[in-house]
């Protein structure tokens, strides 16, 4: 395998982890406020319908951003209202957010632009394109070098690099700020938050909205950031289940997350890159295992081989306040 061949995969690995990185930090903010939320493919999802539709009319990608954040938002209240303000069950308000956002897509980009519900393919200013960094294709050339600084730093969409600057910007909100110190407080131990005096209601809807900006960014990117712009019916394809294994693979810590998700879409780069691959003469490894192979390590992952994960305590459990 050459440096060229490398450069590729790398390079495939980071365009592919961006929607995962940015769930994976959503639920992040989300659990370790203590609500769990199954609904981060729902909200990404929406996100990316209303992005991609918002964009095709308007024809402004920025536009299309606004309103997947928008979009995003919206069903991250709708979770914040069912678990935190009516103490409903966390897992269900979220799998019917997941739900809710696979038919009414599917069901309104029909009806808005009768292409099978989805949109029409995006160009131009309706998409984010690619920066080149300065002095990029002057260095293209040098060896080694030339390949990692122009095509595998430079050549990508700003939601990329907003994505890997999100994963420093989370580990220092959480860890370097008082917000942070509250929120990771909330929780493990909410009544200790609210005996001094801190409103544990508004650290949990803060978290859950944070979640919904992030997840609102990775489904708009989806549908504008990729090479094939637009959005296509059930596009997230498990992406958002996928962030959350990365997430008990990471516990809960944001460096972490990014070499988890880093770890996921270099399998998804391989499997996308090498299919029907002859196996030593014997067998040939079918394309569609070659695809599968995220999900697969996701239920490798889930079935407990990355060591003892234990989210924060008081995760999935509604607070009521003693009076």
């Known amino acids: 395998m050459d440096i060229d061949v490398i450069i590729q995969l790398l390079d495939s690995t980071m365009r592919l982890s961006t929607p995962l990185l940015l769930a994976c930090l959503a639920g992040l903010f989300s659990e370790r406020a203590g609500i769990f939320d199954i609904g981060l493919e729902g909200k990404m999802l929406g996100a990316a319908f209303m992005a991609g539709a918002v964009a095709a009319v308007t024809g402004s990608a920025w536009i299309g951003l606004l309103a997947g954040v928008g979009t995003s938002l919206f069903l991250a209240l ?9 103490k409903g069950n966390q897992l269900i308000s979220g799998v019917a957010i997941n739900f809710f956002a696979s038919g009414m897509t599917a069901l309104i980009g029909q009806n808005w632009f009768r292409q099978g519900g989805q949109t029409p393919a995006l160009r131009g200013d309706a998409r984010f394109q690619s920066l080149d960094w300065p002095g990029a294709s002057a ?43 509250r929120l990771r407080a909330v929780g493990e131990n909410p009544g200790a938050v609210d005996t001094a005096g801190v409103s544990v209601i508004r650290l949990r809807y803060s978290a859950v909205l944070i979640c919904g900006l992030l997840c609102g960014v990775a489904g708009a990117y989806l549908s504008l950031g990729t090479s094939a712009a637009g959005f296509v019916k059930d596009m997230t394809a498990g992406k958002g289940f996928i962030a959350l294994a990365a997430l008990i693979f990471a516990k809960w810590k944001p460096w972490n997350a990014l070499w988890a998700c880093l770890l996921f879409g270099l399998l998804e780069a391989i499997g996308n890159k090498y299919q029907n691959i002859d196996f030593f003469g014997l067998f040939i490894v079918p394309v569609q295992f070659m695809q599968a192979l995220p999900y697969i390590l996701t239920v490798v992952i889930l079935a ?18 003693e009076r």
């Not at 060896?143 to 690099?161: K, M, T, W």
């Open 139 to 181: 260095l293209a050339d040098v060896p080694l070098i030339g390949p990692i600084y122009s095509d595998l730093i430079s050549g990508h969409n700003l939601l990329v690099y907003v994505a890997f600057l999100a994963v420093p910007a989370t580990w220092w909100v959480l860890y370097r700020t008082r917000f942070g110190l």
């Open 78 to 86: 709708i979770h914040g209202f069912a678990s935190i303000t009516l």
């Open 304 to 321: 407990g081989f990355v060591g003892k994960a234990i989210p924060p305590k008081a995760g999935g459990v509604p607070y009521t306040k």
